[in-house]
């Protein structure tokens, strides 16, 4: 049972909420995790027992590709057995809800979003789904299927690569704009299940706080403190997967299952 403290806090993030009228939510691995998904940085540094460095980065891809296409193809197998939670519901009925004056902005690569019926998702890393072609650079979207160990390009034979933003790549500058636009302009923002520590993503947060006067009302979700708490003006701590449907419910808005 929640605390006296965090029912309060509940109550002043739906009361928040009840008088947005633009709403953006940052998401991060742990919207993920009551689905079963493995979070970025719960282990020690180490990503299903790999360094960053061998399997997120362009340099690791060029040195091993072998080794990365293990790693992603490990990933697409787990998540066809993976399907979204509530808290992941909960945010496409919000967007339901708010229509085109709600921005979803996600760091996962899982789709799970898109799963649940979100339909705006703007994907800052990528979707694990989808290949691009390292010669032609054609993008694809190939669902979970297993793709073998060095994928190759139908169109040009060239090696596929996942079609996911690695540590030292550029986000795809039309989906960072647009992230940033929406953060600029709303009243409330909630980040969901980060350690906000990733740039230029955790960077949407203070531009939520500080575009505008008064900035975002800024909502953390979250099992405990991150680095963005010093910027939330309310902390709801506990599972994402919880919170958000109590909030929703507390909105009065109806959560379908798609
Ligand atoms: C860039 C794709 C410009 C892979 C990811 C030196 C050189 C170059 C760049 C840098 C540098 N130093 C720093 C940088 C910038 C770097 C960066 O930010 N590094 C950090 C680590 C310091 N950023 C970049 O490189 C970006 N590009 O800057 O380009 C550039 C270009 C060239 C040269 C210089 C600069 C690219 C960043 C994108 C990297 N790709 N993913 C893949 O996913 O396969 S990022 C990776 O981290 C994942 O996408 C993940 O989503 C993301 C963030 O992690 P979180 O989602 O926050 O996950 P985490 O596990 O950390 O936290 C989970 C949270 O959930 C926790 O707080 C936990 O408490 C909470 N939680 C758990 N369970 C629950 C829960 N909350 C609620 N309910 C629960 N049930
Ligand atoms: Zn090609």
């Known amino acids: 049972m929640p605390s006296m403290e965090s029912q309060v806090e509940i109550e002043r993030a739906a009361a928040a909420l009840a008088g947005a009228e633009r709403v953006v939510v940052l998401t991060g691995a742990g919207v993920s995790a009551e689905s079963g998904v493995p979070t970025f940085r719960a282990s020690d540094g180490l990503w299903e027992g790999h360094r960053i460095e061998d399997v997120a980065t362009p340099y690791g891809f060029a040195s091993n590709p072998r080794l990365v296409w293990q790693f992603y193809n490990g990933r697409r197998a787990n998540l066809q057995n993976v399907t979204p939670n509530p808290g992941h519901h909960a945010l496409a009925a919000m967007e339901r809800h708010w229509r085109d004056r709600f921005a979803l902005a996600t760091q996962n690569v899982d789709g799970l ?6 339909e705006r998702v703007l994907e800052l890393h990528g979707n694990i789904q989808r290949t691009r072609c390292t010669g032609c650079a054609q993008v694809e979207d190939r669902g979970l299927e297993p793709l ?12 596929l690569r996942p079609d996911i933003v690695w540590f030292h790549e ?29 740039y230029p993503a955790a960077g949407l947060i203070p531009l939520a706080k500080q575009t505008r006067t008064p900035g975002a009302t800024v909502i953390e979700i979250n099992l405990n403190a991150t ?32």
């Open 113 to 118: 979003h898109r799963r649940a019926g979100s």
């Open 148 to 159: 073998g160990e060095l994928p190759q390009c139908p169109r040009c034979g060239a090696m």
């Open 170 to 198: 550029m986000l795809p500058d039309d989906i960072l704009w647009e992230a940033q636009q929406a953060a600029s302009e709303c009243d409330v923002f909630l980040v969901v299940g980060t350690s906000a520590v990733v």
């Open 227 to 258: 680095e963005a708490s010093h910027l939330a003006d309310i902390g709801l701590y506990g599972p994402s997967g919880v919170i958000l449907p109590l909030l929703v419910q507390k909105l009065g808005i109806k959560v379908e299952h798609a």
